[in-house]
């Protein structure tokens, strides 16, 4: 066993002899900064992508080579019928000016409140994107932009409004672009010549002719601080859309100009001080609807290729002011509105010269002219035809009728709330308005006798020749309604409303000269009598007390539709013969309202301020018509409504001695 124990450790220490010693390893060398490569390769990465997107972003910027070449359109500038400017169309950019022929101040303004540092900056405006990005930030929600004057060049020259990285991208890639080719000045010129400045004026010069009436170079300082105050949001600064935020809006431009040292003190009180008058014509924002209804007509009219064009139209800028002060005051007012959200007014003169013609409360929230295009029933507004219709065929003012209730066939149309009062004359159931007495008269005439006459004189809609004819249950416009009333005022001739009297060249050529205004006798001299004294009766006694104007004979008939649906005045004074309607777009319920109310309200306020001058068209009479032709090929089929339209009550308005005495007898007026 000894022996064995030897060996063993002998083979032991022999094999540990064999095997070296391990030596422990070497430790490599670590960098100082290992996340140095990390970062290089995402930089590098990042670049790759970064250039990669710059070069796709720039293939598809847009074409530069026509950026200096401005070819303005053909403009038409719209003349009332005093020579006064209404507005200005076609032409949306006005002729170059140059920088040095413009007030050193006007530049002023538009530097201290668009970009400040225009002078300094590379086309893009470091400090200031910062300051946007940080207010952005901290607010939530875009509050500034950080865009210079060359980056708002650039967008409004070569790109869409979208806001998108891509475009944003691109419109700082155009605005260095711009910077290499164009000196500052030269870019501000630009700037100037082509941005918007509201009210369809592209450009300083257009601007400063559409506001002002004269050029840009002729502008004084307060002017100047409103135009560039127009820059931020153009529509809403504009004087033509409200005057007070305009002003506000170039006292806060006056203010910075002051603060950063481009005016002083006392030049800014004294600017502040003048007021600031917008050229008449431009400061009747309504009067857009008017030309709206022109436009189509002028080119035909005056043949193409004839360069910029002058109209001289129809309107008078004094009338068309006062109609739309008239109805924006009723309908402003929650209480005299009664529920009627809209309106519209279209005034003529005796030979269907349109006066005024407002189409809207607010053409800037609604280009809808509803003194054209809304087709509404009139309702009790065209019981005048069927009156009329009546005294053709031989009846009188004073003949008696039973206002009671009455039947044809299985229809049975009622006067409000049941209301009737037995025997009365034609003339006080017309200025009362009974549904009874139209309906019997309409059927003793003839229902086609009386669809006959309103045609011929103008109503121009399709019309149903059923049983509730009398109470104008089909529809109508407001400028028809007009026309068709017109020969009531001017002695029984017909007309037709224009806006157009002469179109000339910029260099003062003829190419067209409306002709004089013939009507034709369509109304013999004994219904026109009759008509007068009934419709003179409604003013006075009955259901339009509201449209009385002091000074002026004023005669028109009011009209209400179910559910108050549609409120109708329809009548003249003086020169004028004037349509209000007033109700809601969506044709909902008013709130009771009445033609008695709104719409007589309108019109006698709008009477009382327009102008009163005899200025008017009169009609030139042909040779009387003894027998007019009353063909009716036009006319709709005769059709029965299954529920006809049953007039509803005008409102009890301010009570006059008589009127009281009237209504002590019968009950309240109604329709």
Do not use: C
């Not at 080579?65 to 006064?84: F, K, M, N, Q, W």
């Not at 309200?601 to 009387?624: C, E, H, L, N, S």
Request: hydrophobic letters at 40%.
């Amino acid at each position: 066993m000894a022996r064995r124990s030897r060996t063993t450790t002998s083979a032991s220490r022999r094999r540990t002899q064999a095997v070296p010693a391990r030596r422990p390893a070497k430790r490599r060398k670590k960098s100082g900064f290992p996340w140095l490569r990390s970062l290089l390769v995402l930089v590098i990465i990042g670049t790759l992508g970064v250039g990669g997107y710059l070069v796709s972003v720039a293939r598809d910027l847009p074409d530069t080579s026509g950026l200096t070449t401005v070819e303005p359109a053909a403009s038409i500038t719209y003349l009332d019928h005093r020579g006064r400017l209404i507005a200005r169309r076609g032409s949306a950019q006005g002729h170059e000016v140059s920088i040095e022929d413009l007030p050193p101040y006007l530049i002023d303004a538009v530097l201290a409140v668009e970009d400040r540092r225009f002078y300094s900056h590379p086309g893009v405006d470091v400090i200031g994107l910062s300051r946007a990005m940080l207010a952005n930030l901290r607010a939530g929600h875009v509050v500034q932009g950080g865009s210079t004057l060359t980056q708002q060049l650039a967008k409004n020259l070569f790109l869409s409004p979208e806001r998108t990285l891509r475009r944003k991208v691109q419109e700082m890639m155009l605005a260095f672009w711009l910077e290499s080719q164009f000196s500052k000045d030269e870019i501000l010129e630009l700037y100037l010549n082509r941005v918007y400045f509201g009210g369809g004026a592209y450009g300083v010069e257009a601007a400063s002719l559409r506001y002002f009436g004269r050029p840009a170079s002729e502008l004084a300082l307060g002017e100047a601080a409103l135009l560039a105050g127009l820059l931020k949001a153009p529509s809403r600064y504009s004087p033509v859309n409200d005057a007070a935020r305009a002003a506000a809006r170039a006292t806060v431009v006056l203010d910075l100009m002051a603060q950063t040292g481009r005016i002083t003190e006392a030049e800014r009180i004294a600017a502040a001080e003048v007021p600031i008058r917008v050229s008449r014509g431009a400061s009747s924002p309504g009067a857009q609807y008017f030309i709206d209804w022109l436009s189509p007509d002028v080119r035909e009219l005056a043949g193409a290729r004839h360069g910029d064009l002058v109209v001289y139209t129809t309107l008078d800028v004094d009338a068309q002011r006062a109609a739309e002060t008239a109805l924006n005051d009723v309908l402003g007012d929650d209480e005299l509105a009664s529920g009627a959200s809209e309106g519209a007014v279209v005034s003529l003169a005796h030979d269907g010269a349109v006066r005024a013609m407002v189409g809207g409360r607010s053409y800037v929230q609604s280009q809808f002219n509803r003194a054209v295009l809304a087709q509404r029933q009139p309702g009790s507004a065209f019981k005048p035809f069927v009156y009329a219709s009546a005294f053709e065929a031989g009846l009188r003012p004073d003949d008696v009728r039973n206002d009671a209730p009455v039947r044809v066939g299985d229809w049975e149309p009622q006067n409000y709330n049941d209301t009737y009062r037995g025997e009365i004359t034609l003339r006080e159931a017309f200025f009362r308005s009974s549904n009874s007495v139209a309906v019997q008269i309409a059927e003793e005439t003839g229902r086609g006798h009386v669809a006959r006459l309103a045609r011929r004189m103008g109503v121009s809609s399709p019309m149903r020749v059923d049983r509730s004819l009398a109470l104008g249950s089909y529809e109508v416009t407001p400028l028809e309604l007009a026309t068709a009333y017109t020969p009531f005022a001017n002695g029984g001739y017909s007309a037709e409303a224009f806006g157009i009297s002469r179109i000339e060249t910029a260099d003062g050529d003829v190419l067209y000269q409306a002709p004089p205004r013939t009507g034709e006798l369509i109304l013999d001299a004994r219904t026109s009598t009759y008509m007068r004294d009934l419709m003179g009766a409604v003013v006075r006694l009955g259901t339009g007390r509201n449209a009385a104007v002091p000074g002026l004979n004023a005669a028109g008939k009011t009209g209400t539709t179910n559910e108050f649906r549609d409120a109708w005045f329809a009548g003249y004074a003086g020169d004028l013969v004037t349509v209000v309607w007033a109700g809601n777009d969506d044709n909902s319920p008013t709130d009771h309202a009445t033609g008695g109310g709104p719409p007589a309200r309108v019109f006698g306020a709008y009477m009382r301020t327009a102008p009163r001058d005899g200025v008017a068209g009169r009609i030139q009479p042909t040779a009387p018509r003894l027998t007019p032709v009353m063909a009716d090929t036009d006319l709709a089929p005769a059709a029965e409504l299954a529920e006809p339209a049953v007039e509803t009550p005008e409102a009890e308005t301010e009570s006059d001695p008589i009127a009281a005495f009237l209504a002590s007898l019968g009950g309240p007026d109604s329709e």
